[in-house]
Structures are given as structure tokens and as C-alpha cells.
Nanobody, 129 residues
């Protein structure tokens, strides 16, 4: 079982930056897919980025490509989401999640929240115009 705790959310103006952190614990952390998701009020949960902690490969949604970067520090059991050039439409609750059952294969389904069984509590990001 993997336990996840997000931090780093806050309020920024458009064009600003935030770095979210995801602290992971549990013996299955390594070689897991860690996904970043967001959900705005009245909208479906959206996968924005993912990182395979076994090797560091990443994927991004088109809506954040070039602006968001996910990275890891395995020594600290941490995964990060650096968010630059933030836009008001990035406003949402952000979650990190772990694919503890290895459902994502060859990156197929990395943005599907159903493939992730362990979730953090979320951290709010608000971007004002």
C-alpha cells in the first residue's frame, strides 16, 4: 500500500508558478506510476501528468505540455509537479495518485483515474487573472 500526501498549493496570479509536492510512503512506491490529476468544480477529474518512478519517464496532457514538469527524488520518496505560466483555467484541486496494481501498461491509460488506487487528499491551486 502506498500513502500519499500533497502539499504546495496556493493562490497565484496568471503567469505565476507553483510547485506541488507529493510525499509517498509504503514499500510499493518504487516502480509505480505516479499520476497528477486535477478537478475543478463541476468538471471531471483530468490527468495532467505522470511519472514512472522506476525510471523517471514522464507524460503530459496537451493542456499543460511545456508549462508543467513532473520529477522525482527517490531518496526522499517525493514526486513534484512544477507548474509555470499558470492560467486561470488551471484552477482546481490537484491530486497525486499511485497505480499500485500496475494497470498502466506502456503508458496506455496513464491519464485514466480508474487505474490509480491510492490517492492523496488533494491541494488547492487557484490562479487569478
Amino acid at each position: 500500500q502506498v500513502q500519499l500526501v500533497e502539499s504546495g498549493g496556493g493562490s497565484v496570479q496568471a503567469g505565476g508558478s507553483l510547485r506541488l509536492s507529493c510525499s509517498a510512503s509504503g514499500h510499493t512506491y518504487y516502480r509505480n506510476m505516479i499520476g497528477w490529476f486535477r478537478q475543478a468544480p463541476g468538471k471531471e477529474r483530468e490527468g495532467v501528468a505522470a511519472i514512472y518512478t522506476g525510471g523517471g519517464a514522464t507524460r503530459y496532457a496537451d493542456s499543460v505540455k511545456g508549462r508543467f514538469t513532473t520529477s522525482q527524488d527517490n531518496a526522499k520518496n517525493m514526486v513534484y509537479l512544477q507548474m509555470n505560466s499558470l492560467k486561470p483555467e488551471d484552477t482546481a484541486m490537484y491530486y497525486c495518485a499511485a497505480d499500485t496494481e500496475w494497470r498502466v501498461r506502456e503508458w496506455d491509460g496513464w491519464a485514466d483515474s480508474r487505474n490509480y488506487k491510492s490517492w492523496g487528499q488533494g491541494t488547492q491551486v487557484t490562479v487569478s487573472s
